[in-house]
């Protein structure tokens, strides 16, 4: 499968939604996989299932997504 996908900044993202040009109805998480790293930081993977209108087309869209969060103050912050 080919991708012809365009690049978005976070600030032309974030410009389509407040214009209406996108618009998420649901958004679920599945296949959450939180690991411990040695460094003492968390890995969490999961897939994403997000319902939306995206440019006039409706449709729903499965993404997979990782993350790296480590521990400040008692709190876990997102890192990458």
Do not use: P
């Amino acid at each position: 499968m080919v991708c012809a996908c365009e690049t978005q900044t976070k600030r032309e993202w974030l410009e389509e939604v407040a214009s209406g040009s996108m618009k998420y109805h649901k958004i679920e998480k599945r296949d959450v996989v939180v690991t411990s790293n040695s460094d003492g930081s968390a890995s969490v993977s999961f897939t994403s299932v997000i319902t939306a209108t995206i440019w006039g087309s409706y449709g729903t869209w499965t993404l997979s997504g990782t993350m790296r969060l480590v521990k400040r103050s008692g709190r876990w912050i997102r890192v990458e």
